[in-house]
C-alpha cells in the first residue's frame, strides 16, 4: 500500500498499547555486570541476524504471530522504504539508513519477551516498520554504501537513534539539535540544502561522531 508519509517511529510499547499493556508481561533479560553492559562499537561485532516478532497486519496493537529470524542486512534493506521515501534525495536516504542499522543493532542487544515470544524489534512503528522483501534498488543502495558506517558517541556506545516523521516539506527545526531526526526534515535537508548525510545527522544528534567499522 502505498504510504502518504513515513512512518513515526517507535513511542514506547506502554504508549501505543496503552491500557492494554497492562495484560501483558514483558521481560527484559537480566541485568549484567556494568562491565559486561559496556557494549561499544570496538567490543561489538555488528549483527548477522535479528529477530523479528511478526504483528498480524503490521498492526503496532495486533497480536504476534511467531518470530522470524532475518539477516541483519536483509533487514535494514526492508526497513530503510518504509521509513523513508525511496523518492527521497540519495543523502536523505543514507541518513535514514544509518539511523535504522543503529536502531537494530541497539534492539538486538536488549532483546524483550512478550506473550511468550522473546525478540529483538517487532515489524510495526512499534520499533520500525519492516515488510518482508519491500527493499528498492535505490534504498538498498544507500543501505550499502552506508554499512561500514556507524554514529555513536565518541565513547563508542551503541545506542539506538530515535526519529520521527515530522512535518512535511519543511526544515522542521524543532527537531535540529534534539537527537531525534525527523523524516521529512532529513529529506529537506538533503533536497533543498543539499547536505550531505554526514551533515544531517550532525544536525539531528550533536555531540555523536561518524566511525568506520
Not at 504510504?3 to 513511542?11: G, I
Not at 508481561?25 to 553492559?37: G, H
Not at 561489538?44 to 529470524?69: D, F, K, Y
Not at 536502531?103 to 516498520?129: C, M, R, S
Request: proline residues 7%; charged residues 10%.
Amino acid at each position: 500500500m502505498s504510504r502518504q508519509k513515513p512512518a513515526s517511529l517507535s513511542v514506547r510499547l506502554a504508549t501505543v498499547l496503552g491500557a492494554a499493556a497492562t495484560a501483558l508481561v514483558v521481560t527484559v533479560y537480566p541485568a549484567r555486570s556494568a562491565a559486561a553492559q559496556t557494549q561499544t562499537v570496538y567490543n561489538t561485532s555488528l549483527p548477522s541476524l535479528i529477530h523479528v516478532a511478526i504483528r498480524e497486519g503490521n498492526n503496532p496493537r495486533g497480536p504476534i504471530l511467531w518470530v522470524q529470524t532475518v539477516g541483519f542486512e536483509e533487514y535494514c534493506d526492508d526497513v530503510l522504504p518504509n521509513e523513508w521515501m525511496p523518492s527521497w534525495s540519495p543523502e536523505a536516504l543514507r541518513a535514514g539508513a544509518v539511523a535504522i542499522k543503529m536502531f537494530a543493532w541497539y534492539h538486538t542487544l536488549h532483546p524483550v519477551t512478550i506473550a511468550g515470544f522473546t525478540f529483538d524489534v517487532d515489524n510495526t512503528t512499534n520499533f520500525q516498520e519492516y515488510k518482508y522483501l519491500s527493499g528498492t534498488t535505490v534504498t538498498n543502495a544507500a543501505t550499502r554504501s552506508t554499512w561500514r558506517e556507524v554514529f555513536v558517541p565518541p565513547s563508542g556506545v551503541i545506542q539506538q537513534l530515535d526519529y520521527r516523521a515530522g512535518i512535511p516539506n519543511s526544515p522542521n527545526w524543532a527537531f535540529v539539535g534534539s537527537q531525534r531526526m525527523a523524516q521529512w526534515g532529513s529529506q529537506y535537508w538533503g533536497a533543498v540544502a543539499l547536505m550531505s548525510h554526514l551533515n544531517i545527522l550532525n544536525l539531528y544528534y550533536p555531540g555523536l561522531t561518524m566511525r568506520y567499522i
